[in-house]
């Protein structure tokens, strides 16, 4: 049986027990939310020992160099010893700029980008509510957009932090936010493969963040928007992308109200308009069926595993 050394202790591992589980059933002070690897709140360091693969995904180069990985994805075979890191605790203060309600579901919440910030667009952040409360949120914004950080927020009416920040928040308040997580961006590789976006719900934020970049890095190839709603409401973007449509001849938009078919009309489509995705780059965001479902059809619509970039979103109703 593994042995897990933190804060000068010794803990025995079972085989079927994450690392973080472990240290929370002894009590250990550690940092964790959605314990799926999504939100990255429980990253720790390697002191000995070399991260399993699987206990880095989804974090950068940098991190993984640094032998920082996720502990609640940590099942490790052999004795480790790891700490705390600081990275994953510092938290940046961000002031409110604009709170706009666009409908009864959905807000969108422009913050001040705070001194020595950088994402790109597509990435995530956590907003800290307090420090037992965070939730995940993607950057639907450009980088030099007016020194702004615009994310797109769903209400869920018995959720904790969806309320507070639909009823309490008020412009010029300040909350606290973490860095910019996630891999699922627009890159330099891209600039020559046509384009195909996959997105639900305000999984359809990022994928604003991503194809906004690529038109603004002069595109020329093909841009193709698929996004899909429960109602119209979930919609909420549907304005501007038909703008887009309007202004740039290489972009294509293709929308659905799923309504009681759930995630079934995007994939029809896709399967039927799409046969061939050889070359292509596509990004998928939304919920984690939905997003592993795409996955596979986009696979055997002929993408590349290193050309299908996804980020998916737990909504938790509380």
């Known amino acids: 049986m593994p042995s897990i050394k933190f804060n000068s202790k010794n803990y025995n591992i079972s085989p079927d027990q994450s690392v ?13 939310f959605c314990k799926s690897g999504l939100c ?18 989804g974090l950068s180069e940098a991190d993984k160099l640094q032998k920082k990985f996720l502990p609640c994805l940590c099942f490790p075979e052999d004795d480790i010893s790891i700490k705390k ?32 910030y950088s994402f790109y667009p597509g990435q995530y952040l956590n907003i800290y509510k307090d420090n037992k409360c965070l939730r995940s949120y993607s950057i639907a914004s450009l980088c030099d957009e007016k ?19 639909f009823t309490h928040l008020k412009d010029g308040d300040e909350i606290n936010i973490s860095r910019a997580l996630g891999n699922c961006f627009f890159t330099p590789e891209a600039r020559n493969k046509p384009l195909l976006f ?6 359809v934020a990022p994928l604003l963040g991503i194809c906004r970049q690529a038109i603004s890095a002069n595109h020329n ?51 039927e308009n799409y046969l061939n995705l050889e070359n292509w780059k596509v ?14 059809l986009v696979f055997l619509q002929g993408a590349h595993s290193d050309d299908i970039h996804s980020d998916s979103f737990l909504f938790i109703n509380k």
């Open 20 to 32: 973080l589980d472990l240290l929370i059933l002894n009590n250990e002070e550690v940092n964790y």
């Open 40 to 57: 990255q709140s429980c990253m720790m360091e390697f002191n000995e020992g070399t991260p399993p693969q699987k206990s880095q995904m």
């Open 85 to 116: 890191c600081n990275e994953e605790n510092k938290k940046y203060p961000a002031k409110i700029l604009a709170k706009e309600i666009i409908n009864n579901e959905i807000i969108i919440l422009k913050l001040k980008k705070p001194n020595n």
């Open 147 to 165: 020194n702004e950080i615009e994310l797109h927020i769903k209400h869920f009416f018995q959720g904790e932090m969806s309320n507070w920040i």
């Open 198 to 203: 996959l997105g639900v719900s305000t999984g």
């Open 221 to 271: 190839e093909k841009i193709h928007f698929i996004q899909g709603g429960k109602n119209k409401n979930s919609l909420y973007a549907d304005e501007f992308l038909h703008n887009l449509k309007l202004m740039h001849n290489n972009f294509s938009l293709f929308s659905c109200c799923l309504e009681n078919n759930e995630n079934n009309n995007i994939l029809k489509y896709v399967e």
């Open 283 to 296: 990004y998928i965001c939304g919920d984690p069926n939905f997003v592993d479902s795409a996955k596979e």
